[in-house]
């Protein structure tokens, strides 16, 4: 789940729409742009793509939402909710981004030529629809589907993006991903909006993500020290409702360090040293 200014012209997405993009590494760096050091996140990346804790993770997140999803299938279960929630259907909110889709790549492709996020090369990234299904997320929300629980993709990818991201899905094997249950961003980054729009109508069954903010605002724009305590308060919730997918590469855990400032890549990495707890 990466956050993202909106409100882009289109000119700018055709301009960053290039089917051989990415294959040009040795030429992304453009006059005159000023290549950052992005080795820090290497590990990160490799780790994501390369280490099978990583898969194994993932698929145990995934094992556990099963089983939950289970539980809550009991009809048993079901008659210890309120009346009200009894007759509601289920719904699943799934992110997207590093919770279904695996966008290491395109992460990738940046740390090695030296290039800092922007959006002609992430729109370029889901334009050419090859982000692969993160381990174990199409097998648990297809069997969630089969059941008749209606996932809803919440994620904060512009709205600009939508036609790529429904393909993507698809084409990873997902099932039932429409205009309808894929809300990406329209306004603001928060997901609040977008929850109530659903619990409105489901019952809520579990929410996935990889970031925090994807299953309450209780977490954004919060100080690592206020983002441990909320954790903290939530304790009970993980593993039950929030399902939480693992994420080294990026992600408010991120901003949260940087104190959600504007810095300088040279700042970051200050804050980055200043923050590591040292014997």
Known sequence: MRPRKYLVSLALIVAGVVSSHFSTASSAQAPGVERVNLDYQVAAILYQQKAAEYRALCYQAFNLAQWRLNA???????RKLPKTERKMPRAIVVDIDETVLDNSPA?????????????KDWYAWGEMRKA????GSVEFLNYAVSKG??????SNRDEVQKA???ENLQKAGLKDVSVDNVMLRTKES????????????????LLAGDNLDDFTSAF?????????AETDKAKNEWGKKFIVLPNPMYGTWENAIYEYGRLTEAQ????RAAAMELP
Do not use: M
């Not at 970051?268 to 804050?271: G, T, W």
């Open 72 to 78: 809550d299938l009991d009809t048993k279960n079901v």
């Open 107 to 119: 992460q990738a492709y940046s740390a090695k030529n030296g290039i800092g996020f922007n959006l």
């Open 132 to 135: 692969k299904a993160v381990p």
């Open 149 to 154: 629980v209606k996932v809803f993709y919440i």
């Open 164 to 166: 790529a991201t429904i």
């Open 190 to 205: 928060s997901k609040d909006a977008r929850r109530a729009t659903v619990a409105a109508k489901y019952r809520i069954v």
């Open 220 to 228: 954004e724009r919060k100080s690592v020290a206020d983002r441990f």
């Open 268 to 271: 970051k990495s200050e804050k």
